[in-house]
């Protein structure tokens, strides 16, 4: 399995993991008094993510003090760890005036067997955590992996964590792909919002990698928590990378970059180019991994009804920046064909047809078999402090589901052809508010989008304009509207 080491330089003011020299004395070591020792060497927050491969995790916790040494114990017998790996420690203190000193441990363990359980723990001399467990990522005997698909839980309102803690525990998942917004805020309180917030996930970050993707909610100090919280592979900033998994090439990148230009263009540019290399290479190799999926925290298309980008006729994440259309993501993902693009940020469910450059390829039996454009699924409901939002009566023709109770989607990719998502309602008490299929006749559908694909969906969809009325009362009030407006006109 191939996998992308493809990072570019970052050039940025993200801070980078400040890692600690192995022979340091720490502070209360300086001190040689046999009485002192780390204040706060307790480990918690343990936090497991896919190292790049299945037979490599990296296992990452916290403390509060330095404890000289980051150990993993573990082993196919729970009462003999009889494996110890040695990690690193880094450092990281938020730019808060009261900032505590976080110390962020991170081990990679590798030459894991897939599909053994393993027991672990982790910390020092100072403090171990409870014991774990993990089963090395395998495919499922019935098919594929199963992956939680959600964005925007905080630790307040988190009304999804209950029911994919107990999945997580009881094996029914094999991931978490969280795609934005984390905690709210992590930053928050000076930083313990966000070590609420990994307490939190522990029970189902411990016994399952946790993927993270950035979202607006991370912005403080130039994504600072989120970059050195995080352990994802194939990158030191977490902010855009991606991995392979069975069938599936899985993309992360930041919505984020797009609207903190104050920041600079570098970081968009960089990503931007980076997305281009990561995904030429992607299709190379589609033979071995057919199955594309991008992850990203604001979509590009929805229809609700707070304003946010994606209502917008030509959003900056679809069309990229004003005027000039820099950096559009839509033309990029259809030109090397994405299959599937993970949303969030709007409190909701929505599932669209296939879509492209605002046509809708729904007017034939069976859109998603071989469909001639992106499928893409927004599932920001997962609960926060800050509700769920409201759609607009009418949706535009690209919206196929939606729902706007709390819950979070369960993805399952079964083979190189078959893809089926579920949207899982924890308001009503676990019911499900989607089932639907994403079906490739041949592993060989999974390619670059071409002119027949966009004869296709001209032929079968419908072009949305931008004045585009989607129901008879919304038609009629811009009718007035407009009347309205010449009438003044005239006068
Ligand atoms: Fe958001």
New binding site residues.
């Given amino acids: 399995m191939s996998i992308f080491f493809t990072f570019f330089l970052f050039f940025t003011s993200v801070t980078p993991h400040k890692y600690l020299p192995i022979d340091r004395i720490p502070v209360w070591k300086s001190k040689n008094d046999p009485n002192i020792g780390p204040a706060f060497g307790q480990p918690e927050q343990i936090r497991l993510a896919y190292g790049g491969d299945e037979s490599t995790y990296s296992v990452t916790w916290q403390t509060y003090d330095d404890t000289l040494k980051s150990i993993v114990e573990y082993g196919t017998d729970i009462s003999d760890l009889k494996n110890s790996v040695e990690g690193r420690c880094a450092v990281f203190l938020d730019g808060q005036k009261h900032s505590v000193w976080r110390y962020i441990h991170r081990v990679n363990l590798t030459g894991l067997e897939p599909g053994t359980r393993y027991y672990y723990h982790v910390g020092s001399e100072h403090g171990w955590s409870p014991i774990f467990f993990f089963t090395a990522l395998k495919e499922r005997e019935s098919g594929g992996y199963i992956y939680a698909v959600y964005g ?1 839980l905080g630790v307040e309102n988190g009304r999804s964590l209950g029911t994919i803690q107990k999945m997580a525990q009881k094996g029914e998942l094999d991931m978490v792909l969280h795609v ?2 984390f905690a709210y805020n992590m930053d928050e309180s000076n930083g313990e919002t966000g070590d609420e917030f990994f307490r939190q996930i522990e029970p189902i970050s411990g016994y399952i990698p946790y993927m993270a993707a950035v ?3 991370e912005y403080y100090n130039n994504f600072t928590h989120y970059v050195n919280r995080f352990t994802m592979p194939n990158s030191e900033h977490n902010l855009f990378y991606s991995y392979d998994l069975g069938p599936v090439h899985f993309i992360v990148f930041s919505t984020e970059f797009y609207f903190n230009l104050h920041l600079g263009y570098h970081q968009m540019e960089n990503q931007f180019n980076w997305l281009t290399n990561d995904l030429k290479k992607a299709n190379e190799n589609r033979k071995e991994v057919p199955w594309i999926i991008t992850q990203g ?2 979509p590009m298309y929805c229809s609700d009804f707070d304003g946010d980008d994606c209502t917008k006729y030509e959003s900056i994440i679809r069309t990229g920046l004003p005027l000039t259309h820099g950096y559009a993501l839509e033309k990029l993902f259809y030109e090397y064909g994405v299959d599937v693009e993970l949303w ?2 709007e409190h909701s469910y929505e599932r669209l047809w296939p879509v492209y450059n605002r046509t809708v390829f729904n007017g034939t039996q069976q859109p998603y078999v071989d469909p001639p454009a992106p499928v893409h699924i927004i599932t920001g409901s997962a609960g926060c402090r800050e509700n769920t939002d409201v759609f607009i009566e009418h949706p535009p023709p690209w919206s196929a589901i939606r729902s706007t109770d709390y819950g979070f989607g369960v993805m399952r990719v079964y083979n190189s052809t078959h893809l089926n998502f579920k949207q899982i309602n924890v308001a009503q008490g676990g019911t499900e508010d989607d089932d639907f299929w994403v079906i490739k006749s041949s592993p060989k559908h999974h390619r670059p989008f071409k002119h027949r694909d966009l004869k296709r969906l001209r032929t079968y969809g419908t072009h949305v304009p931008k004045h585009h009325c989607h129901h008879k009362s919304h038609c009629d009030e811009t009718r007035k509207k407009r009347t309205r407006r010449h009438q003044k006109r005239d006068e």
């Fill in positions: 925007d934005g917004d979202g607006n909610h925290h604001r969030a940020h």
